[in-house]
């Protein structure tokens, strides 16, 4: 159980192009999901945490505009990278949770993103 | 702020043999989270084991167990009969009592041996 797909698994595209990278709960209602940036080498950076129905809480430095979640409903976000440049490149992961908040997160497979 | 310190970047150890990897993290928190991931080449993080800071009871999975240390704020890895499929990136991580934020740690890269 508590199993959490993410999708696509690696993307490369031209800069300037925007890119939609998603979420799933496949067995359970998340409640809460998280987005996370990995550079080579380093740990997981949260960018933001998203409640379905409400809007995304960003942390400090990440740009709201430039990374766009959405959680419409209990077992799908989306992150889109819009306007993406070479800089935006990483690999984004995701995790999600389930109620009641002592759950533990549980993390998608992780997306790899070049922008050439 | 809550950080979360893994002072190894890397380890080894020979197969079947028993490896113990630091954590050491700071909170003013009394109730609190604390949390190893693994994350193989894949990439994927996988829970190896949770600790609820209220219990003192160290946690156990298997072959996998904390030594959890609260007024020191430490809280140690222990990797019992190593295998190969253990080799993995392993981060420290911490959330406060809602478990809305994970903090992590630099992680420590265990290598294998055979």
């Known amino acids: 159980g508590a199993v959490v797909s993410q999708h696509p698994s690696r993307v490369i595209c031209k800069s300037g192009t925007s890119v939609k990278i998603e979420c799933r709960s496949l067995d359970f209602q998340a409640t809460t999901m998280f987005w996370y940036r990995q550079f080579p080498k380093q740990s997981l950076m949260l960018m933001a945490t998203?409640?379905?129905?409400?809007?995304?809480?960003?942390e400090q430095g990440v740009e709201k505009d430039k990374f766009l979640i959405n959680h419409a409903s209990l077992t799908l976000s989306t992150l889109t990278v819009t306007s993406a440049h070479p800089e935006d490149s990483s690999f984004y992961i995701c995790?999600?949770?389930?109620?009641?908040?002592?759950?533990?997160?549980?993390f998608g497979d992780g997306t790899r993103l070049s922008i050439l | 702020a809550q950080t979360v310190t893994q002072s190894q970047p890397e380890m080894s150890v020979q197969e079947a043999e028993t490896v113990t990897l630091s954590c050491t993290y700071d909170t003013s928190e009394s109730d609190y989270y604390l949390f190893w991931y693994k994350q193989p080449p894949s990439r994927q993080m996988i829970l190896v084991i949770r600790q609820e800071a209220y219990k003192q009871q160290n946690a156990t999975e298997n072959r996998f167990s904390v030594n959890f240390q609260k007024a020191a704020k430490s809280f140690s890895l222990k990797i019992s009969d190593s295998q190969l499929g253990d080799a993995a990136m392993y981060f420290c991580?911490?959330?406060?009592?809602?478990?809305?934020?994970?903090?992590f740690g630099t992680g420590t890269r265990l290598t294998i041996i055979p």
């Open positions: 995790s999600a949770r389930t109620t009641p908040s002592n759950q533990p997160q549980h």
């Open positions: 998203s409640n379905e129905g409400s809007k995304a809480t960003y």
């Open positions: 991580a911490y959330s406060n009592f809602g478990n809305e934020k994970l903090t």
